[in-house]
Structure formats: C-alpha cells, structure tokens
C-alpha cells in the first residue's frame, strides 16, 4: 500500500468531513420535512440507522448478522445488493402500504385461469402496468406479463423459452464484460443440456442462435447498454433491474422483445422476490409461464398482493407529488438519497490516490423532468498503483466487496453495494479515508 | 359404454340419494354447531359452495374459471388438485390467520443468515417444528429445515444436492408406478445432466447410484408406500406431503434422510408456495439452499410468515381440542369432510357396474387417538369393462380428470381431486350416478 504524505492525507479528510457535514445537513433538511411522520416513528430516523447487516464472507450461505458498533474491528458487509436503504422510506409512509390478508383469501393455486401467466394476480398486473406508464421506463402495450419469484427465475425461465429442445447443442447465452456475476452460474448449475454459459459478448464468434444478456444500467458498472454481438439469430433478454429514476436517466421507454423487472430494486422490498417479464411474443410468455409451472407451480400470492400494494403507492406518490405539489415521491426521495452517497463516495475516494471511479455523465431524466444524474445502485471501484487484488486489499481492511473477477473482469475492480443502511455505509466511508491515510 | 338394466339403476340412484341425505344432515349438523360464526360470514356457507374453477383441459395453462349452474353441460374439472374445499374452514376461524404486513416489513434478502437456510424465517421454522410434534408425523430433532416455494421447488433442490456434478453420467430418478405426474417432466424438463428420469421405480435395474422418490400416501393412488429398488447408492427423498391425519392414520413419525411437506396439502393454502424439508446431513441441506439461492435467491417472507400464522393456528386448534374439549380442530374437520366425500364416492361408483375404486385398510391413528380410515386427496378411479379409455370415457360426460398414463399406468384408470369445492364436488357424484343409469 502506498504511504501517503501527512499533509496531503489531512486535506482530503478535512474534504471528507465537509461532505460529510453537507449530508448531515441535507438529511437533517430532510427530517425537518418529515418531523411530523418521524414524531410517530419513535425516533427511528436518527441520522445512523443501526446497523442491519454484517456478513463475514461472500457468500449468501454464510452470512452472519451482528450488531457491531463502529470502529476498525467491525466487518463492513457491501458484498451484496440487500437495498436497506429504502426502509425509513416505507416506515415513513405508515399504514399506506400495510397489507392485510385473512386466512381464507388467495388458497387456491390459481389466480387469474383465462391468463396465458394463469399464476399472475390481476391486481399486481394492473400496478405493473400503472407504475410503468407513470415512470415511463417501458412500454406496456400489447405485452404479456409473466410474474416471477423475483427476476432470477424469470432469466432462467426466458433461457428455457428461447431455447430450442431439439436443437442439436445447447444455445449459447453471453454477456458483456463486466457482466452480472451470478449469470454464467446461474446458466450453467443445472448443467442444461438446452442453454450454456458462453461467456463474454464482446469475443463472442460463434456461428448460429444465441442468447445476449443485456443489463442496462448494467451491474456491476453502472453504464447503459446496448447489446453487442448484433448478429441475426441473436435472441435479447434485457435486464432492465436498475432502469428506475433514482439510478439513471429515464431517456426513453424500453421497448424490446423481453425485459425484465424486479421489485428489490425497484422499491428496495428484496424479501418479497417479486419480478416481472414484458414480453411481445405470447409463445415466448406460455413457454416461460409452464417454466415457472415446472419449477415452482407458480408464484407467492401473497407477495404479489403485496407488491401490488406497494407499487400502487409508488406511483400514488408520483401523481400526489406532481398534482398537488404534495409530499415526496418515492423516486425523489431515493434520488436525492443515492444522490447523497455518491457525493460521500466520490469525496471519500478523492480523498487519495489508491481508489478511483468512473465518470458518468448526466442527461434528461423525463419523469423527474430535469437533468439528472446517474448514480448506480454498485460502486465499481478501481484500486489503483500497484493493487492488484482489490477484494483481498478491502478484506484485510475488513470491507467485504465482490471481485472483479466474478464479472468477468479485472481483479483491480470491485463492486460495492450503495444501497445498504445509513450505518454501514457511512462506516464504510469512514474507512476509506481512513485506509488512505 | 354397457347398458344396465333399469331396475339396478334405480336401486342404485335410490342408494346414492340416501348418501347424499346422510351428507346433507351431517353437514346441518356442523352448520348448527358453527352457527354463531357462520352468520358473520354472511351466509357464505350455503349447503353448496358457488363454484370456484371449472377447467376445459388438462394442462394448468388452458385453464378457465366459469360459474356455471349445475346441469350435463357444465365442465367438471377434477384434474387439478387445487385444495379448496378448505376454504370454508379458514373462513370460519374468522381473524385468527389474517395476517398484517407493514409496507417495511421483511425487506431484505436475509431471513437468518446464521442458518444454513439464510432465507428461512425463524418463526416458520418454529411453527413447523411445532406443528410436526403436535400431529407426530415426523421427527424434527436433529433436522435441517429447508425452505422451498412449494414442495415443487425442494424436489428439484434435492435432485441437485443428491447428484455428483462430476459423475460420467447423470444420475437416474425413478418412482414406483402410478408414480405423481409430474416427476418425469420436472426432472427431464431443463434436459439437466446432472440427472435423468428412470421411470418405474419397480422394473429399473441400472447398477450404481440412484435416486428413488417415495411419495406416501402414493399420489395418485392414496397407498402408504415404502422405497422398492432397495440397493446401496440409493438415495432416498420422502415426499409426505399427504402424510396428514385427514387423509391416513398417522401410525408413526417419519424419520428419513430427506422429507418433504407442503402447506398446500396439509392446510390448503396452495397459493402460498410454501414447503419445506426435513434434512439430516447438513452438507445436503447447505446444497439445497444454493439451488433455491441460483433458483430464486431464496422464498417470499410475505409467504413464509402467512404460513407460520396459519400452522400456528393449526397447532393452537389441535391443541385446544385436546385441552379443553372445545371447538374442533383444523384436522377433526378435514378428516370427517374426506370421510363424507368418500362415502358419497363409493355409495356412487357402487350404484353402477362401470367404476371400481381400491379398498383401504383403516389403522390406529396416534395422533386422532382412534382407529382411522385411509381417504385420499385423490381417487384412482378404474374404468370396469370394455372402456379403455377412461379419462376420454369421462371427458365425453364433461368430467376432465387426469389419465392413468400419464402416471406410468394404465389408461383404464383415471386421477380424480377429492379436495375441490363443495360444489364441483357434489356435481361430480351426481354425473357418476347419471352415467351408470
């Protein structure tokens, strides 16, 4: 680790606490709108929440969750995208989006028979459709809507759709690098013999049908994308998780043959594992619903009629805020959140010479009407000089990040999540400055 | 189709019609006994239920829902074992399984990252626990418990755990005839090489490992079964989901390597998509929660905390029974309703010549504290005489049940839900007896 002059480490902390002061002053701005619904939080919305989650390793299996106080010792879990962070959102909005179900409702396994996606609640699809055309983010029209148990069983369920079951070899299915990283084992651990992992999109060369896996804003990195192998017989299933205003842009309505949608990202409830598919091609749709038929006899009822709820609310928000000049939407408050952590991290990382991030640039966002900027839900942070590792570096500084190497990429990266709790985040920038000093 | 004599036809119809009173009074009995709670349900609980799902095939995909009035021409679908007819209980038990969900409830991913199950919440767990000591059905001690979004999942969770993603070949799946329709498709479905159907469980005769589904009581015939091929590397998955006391005498406690249950079966809350597995060896279990982590990055809190309120609620009424002599339990109810519907059935096929159904024998149950009859969820109808074809005989009447070959067996026979509404139900015994005069 290069060894910094003592000088030049105390300006940048000196940089370091002025934005921190910024955002405790924005925040405190913040809770002075919402004294009135904060009074009957019982004083939930202090400046650092507690922390929720603290996991020792990099896999989901062996996480551990302590409540740990600050300091050097404490392990700084951002291996994950657990999106906490939106929490004081829901406990500020009370009752509105509580949902009460008694025993006898929703029993059967069907929801709606005459659906080709018999499983889907009509009432979630309903929202689905309303929070779109609210956003802007997708068309909606003349599109099936298969549910999912949160958008990484509808991947698998458009591999099984797109894939030929008497094609002579599996289907290749490629992504560009850096690509999301649980998708070549997502592709390859049941060892399908109808779809395989074939790696990186950029050196994809062979002939004959593929699947290209489009994340756009794309994780780990942030960027919007495209696809780009571009050859004919390629089949496109756009990731469109982060296609949400406090993340990027909404420049235009997406408008591809399949794209996907979960709530965890969308409005941060992860523990409902609740996705959904657009889809142009109603053979495409049945043959993902009878996926969804073999794996799972369908979806959560009750998390659908939760989401719907919670989407309702959503786009409640949105309307109230711009009709009545009312309270804040969910968006512009999640906005102006990730706007907040981004002016912390890019502080944080100016403040030396070890880290660096990329530049994104702004552009219209036409649903909060302004130029706004993008703000990921990862940090892809480069350790710079002579780092090699960056996720070893980190975890003798105990931060717990994931490598660039499981997106296919340089070891030099990592991804950090940006959507933790207050308190994890602001001990993880705590400890970035403190690491380069 | 044979004709029958007219005389034979009437003593039969009279036969039927005397079941149909002796149903008739003992459900005003429990109308009487329930009285109080009935009217504040607003005279839901007519004699007959409305009908709730009325199917015209086969496949879970082409279904409809009609409310039809009675009649010749209205479809009776029984294909489908969607466990309504518990309905009517739930309503009855009024608030005491309505659940409340804040919108900030349960937002992450993590349920209890200390368990090998990270997505298991605790008070499911514990209600499981629970429910299992009450009823006696099986040991948990020592025991993984294994979330899955239905039983559905945890089949091809365990598939994986229990093959070798290094073996030359993969490894065969095999039950024993009439085996549950849906294994050969669930496990070939993803063409996985990790593992293969093997077909009937009783004539494989491949050397090395296998694994060897156990469903009992069997699903579609109702029979306890025990494992058949019965050689070393085997691999054994229980699948219990009918091991309940309505449907057979609980004679002991299940203690297997790896078991199955599913809250549709047992409470028939089918829209939940909840299950779970009993697991001895933690290195089985710790690979089954990667499938389900791959598969849908764990199961819906929203889900999991519904059916720990309603196995709670189960545990509570058994309990309470037992304790204070008071109301009937949730298991007390279901098993004299199958008893009805089962009786009706055999009054019915007995009125003609043209069906026969399997003899049970009845058994001490340890946890009715009784001599107990063996009802199934399902009857194994035989067609008798010269009609091959029974599940066509029975379409031509309009009554859509499932074939024989579609569980390995012969098309003599046919599948037929003995859980469905009240409604669908009587409709059916009616048809039966129509179509043998």
Redesign the interface.
């Known amino acids: 680790m290069a060894k910094l002059p003592a000088m030049l480490s105390l300006r940048h902390l000196l940089i370091l606490s002025l934005a921190v002061n910024v955002s405790l002053v924005l925040r405190m701005v913040y809770e002075g709108e919402q004294g009135e619904t904060n009074k009957k939080m019982g004083g939930y919305n202090r400046i650092f929440q507690k922390s ?2 603290v ?1 020792p390793s990099t896999s ?2 062996n ?3 302590k409540d740990c106080s600050g300091g050097m010792d404490k392990i700084i879990n951002l291996d ?1 995208g ?3 962070m ?3 959102f ?2 500020q ?1 009370g ?10 409702q ?9 659906s ?1 996606c ?1 499983f889907l609640e009509p009432e979630f699809a309903k929202e689905v459709v309303r929070l779109h055309n609210v956003v802007g983010n997708a068309v909606t029209q003349d599109r099936h809507i298969v549910v ?3 958008s ?2 509808l991947i ?1 369920a458009a591999l ?1 759709a797109l894939s030929n ?1 008497n094609a002579a070899q ?1 289907i290749s299915v490629v992504s560009a690098v850096p690509y999301y990283s ?1 998708y070549p ?2 592709t390859d ?6 779809y395989k992992w074939g790696g990186d999109a950029d050196t994809f060369d062979k002939d004959g049908p593929y699947i290209e896996l489009v994340t756009s804003p794309n994780n780990p990195d942030g960027f919007t994308r495209e696809s780009v192998v571009n050859r004919n017989q390629g089949l496109l299933v756009h990731d469109l998780a982060y296609y949400w205003p406090q993340y990027t842009p909404i420049s235009f309505a997406s408008d591809y043959d399949l794209t996907l949608f979960t709530v ?1 990202k969308s409005t ?7 996705g959904w598919a657009l889809v142009k091609d109603g053979e495409v749709a ?1 043959k993902m ?3 969804i ?11 659908q009629l ?1 989401a719907a ?2 989407l309702k ?1 959503v786009s409640d928000s949105c309307e109230e805020e711009n009709s009545q000049g009312g309270e804040e939407s969910f968006f512009k408050y999640s906005y102006k959140m990730m706007e907040q952590r981004w002016k912390l991290l890019r502080a944080a990382v100016d403040s030396g010479d070890l880290f660096s991030l990329s530049e994104f640039s702004s552009g219209f966002c036409n649903f909060l009407n302004q130029e706004s900027e993008t703000q990921p839900a990862f940090a892809w942070l480069k350790c710079e000089g002579d780092i090699e590792d960056c996720e070893s570096f980190l975890r003798g500084h105990k931060i717990l990040t994931r490598s660039g190497k499981q997106f296919g990429a340089s070891p030099k990266y990592v991804r950090i999540s940006m959507v933790d709790t207050d308190d994890n985040f602001m001990q993880f920038i705590d400890r970035l400055s403190t690491i380069q000093n």
């Open positions: 929720r989650l996991i989901f299996a996480s551990t969750r994950h657990d999106p906490t939106y929490e004081r829901w406990r909005m009752d509105r989006t509580t949902i009460i179900i008694p025993g006898w929703s029993m059967s396994y069907f929801s709606d028979p005459t080709i018999w999912g148990t949160g990484s069983q698998l099984y079951p599996p649980s084992s997502m651990y049941q060892k399908s013999g109808l965890s941060g409830h992860a523990g409902m594992r609740i049945k619903t009878k996926f038929e073999l794996n799972t006899i369908g979806v959560s009822k009750d998390s939760r709820k919670v609310t």
